[in-house]
């Protein structure tokens, strides 16, 4: 699988844009050990924040917190946060953990699924404060009103689905991916950062696109 | 359940929408139209659990040294007395159901009600045989956008129209069929730049969509468009 998706890859030849794309991570094997070995403890995270919600179990907060709250800082500052915001952000999110818990479904996500959520939307109220949008509370901030919405439709199989493919991600997806999470998409800020004309660009990313839908079509990847 | 492709900008596409979607990155706009998508449409939600589970798992990669007192703080906080916090999400306010002739789904009613400033929802007319109701959005975002609803009569064929930039167009009730196929409630149409000729024709119970443009829409020109991406049910 991991050869097959390397000849992909090679064929789309994406790789030449990537100074900036750390790619042979996401490919190299001793990452998918360290996704594994974090797929394997995720049902532990996942039992723990169930007890956060349940038991208010504190020992299972600090846990938690322990092994996340370094991530979503670097998750924070590669989204462009500084140093002082994104500490701030990191707090709130796990106040917001410790007092959201009880609403965790073990059943519906993941815990870190879950809390990345949190952060996400804790990263939006803190950019939203600094552009002064005015923002009566968190809870009615606009991404939290419709995403929580969004959240109540989510369907339990879909987990045990998704554990599943998270080992078979593309490479072209977990770059994509990887883009939209950390990058700002726009086709001009790629162009500056690889020093590839626009046009390049634009075609480079349409052979990816194109490889990746090949991979999600119904009947092919899932 | 069918997709048909002919991607032009994958900065546009409908799996770039979603994966932005799941990194909390797109604008008010398209986060209510893709949230709206969601919730009507199992295949756009399962596909966004997918990235934001993927999201989660690419998020835990690395790790940046902490404050000293970060988990102290946390701490401190999490067990300091609460000041009569209000319970915020247990009674939100609900939205006035959607009058019947919105022929709008509640939930997406309620999502259009979170974002959006006007009280009074009413369709006037946008050109012969369709109406529309425009919504403004709270929160501005530096590309100027065009959100509304609209609606098509039973067997209604739409004049050819030019827009530029992308329009995204998403079937909340009824349905329309056009050259390359049949869309009904949950279906997602993203389209792009003039290409190909395209004449929406509303079904038997007429049509009523949420589309998104960049551009306000100019019922004139015959012009043809590029269809970039239809998501089907």
């Not at chain 1, 999470?181 to 052979?207: E, N, Q």
């Not at chain 2, 709206?36 to 939600?45: E, P, V, Y």
């Amino acid at each position: 699988m991991l050869a097959l998706a390397y000849n992909i890859f090679e064929a789309v030849d994406f790789l030449a844009i990537s100074p900036w794309l750390p790619l042979q991570k996401a490919m190299s094997l001793k990452d998918t050990r360290n996704t594994l070995a974090v797929a394997n403890d995720q049902g532990s995270f996942n039992d723990m924040l169930a007890r956060v919600g349940s038991a208010r179990d504190e020992d299972a907060f600090v846990r938690l917190f322990n092994y996340y709250a370094p991530r979503v800082k670097s998750y924070l500052l590669k989204s462009g946060l500084g140093e002082a915001q994104a500490e701030e952000v990191v707090q709130n999110t796990f106040v917001t953990v410790w007092e959201k818990a009880s609403q965790y479904n073990p059943k519906k996500a993941a815990a870190s699924t879950w809390i990345f959520t949190v952060a996400r939307n804790k990263r939006i109220d803190a950019l939203r404060r600094d552009k002064n949008i005015d923002v009566n509370s968190d809870s009615e901030s606009l991404e939290n009103a419709v995403a929580e919405t969004a959240a109540e439709y989510a369907d339990a199989e879909d987990v045990e689905r998704l554990t599943e493919a998270m080992e078979t991600l593309p490479p072209e997806q977990a770059e994509l991916l990887r883009m939209a999470f950390f990058d700002d998409m726009t086709h001009s800020a790629i162009s500056t950062k690889t020093k590839l004309p626009l046009g390049t660009v634009k075609s480079r990313l349409r052979l990816a696109m194109d490889k990746l839908r090949g991979m999600l079509e119904p009947g092919g990847a899932s | 359940m069918k997709m048909l492709t002919m991607v032009k900008d994958p900065l546009q596409s409908l799996d770039m929408l979603l994966m932005r979607h799941a990194a909390r990155r797109l604008g008010p706009h398209e986060s209510l139209l893709v949230s709206a998508a969601a919730a009507l449409n199992g295949t756009i939600r399962q596909r966004i659990a997918q990235y934001e589970a993927h999201g989660a798992q690419l998020m835990c990669e690395e790790q940046a040294q902490l404050a000293a007192k970060c988990l102290d703080s946390v701490m401190a906080r999490i067990h300091a007395p609460k000041d009569e916090a209000p319970a915020p999400c247990a009674d939100k306010t609900k939205p006035c159901p959607p009058s019947p002739d919105l022929f709008i789904p509640d939930v997406v009613h309620g999502m259009i009600s979170a974002v959006c400033a006007q009280k009074q929802k009413q369709w006037t007319r946008a050109t012969h045989g369709i109406l529309r109701i425009d919504l403004n959005v709270r929160e501005q975002t530096p590309v100027q956008k065009f959100l509304k609803l609209m609606k098509m009569g039973p067997q209604f064929r739409t004049p050819r129209h030019t827009h530029s930039g992308t329009e995204i167009t998403l079937v909340l009730h009824g349905s329309f069929s056009d050259e390359f196929g049949s869309w009904k409630k949950g279906d997602i149409v993203i389209l792009t730049d003039p290409r190909v000729a395209h004449q929406p024709v509303a079904g038997e119970e007429g049509c009523v969509c949420l589309t998104l443009t960049e551009s306000p829409l100019r019922f004139e020109n015959p012009v043809t468009r590029m269809i970039n991406t239809y998501f089907r049910v």
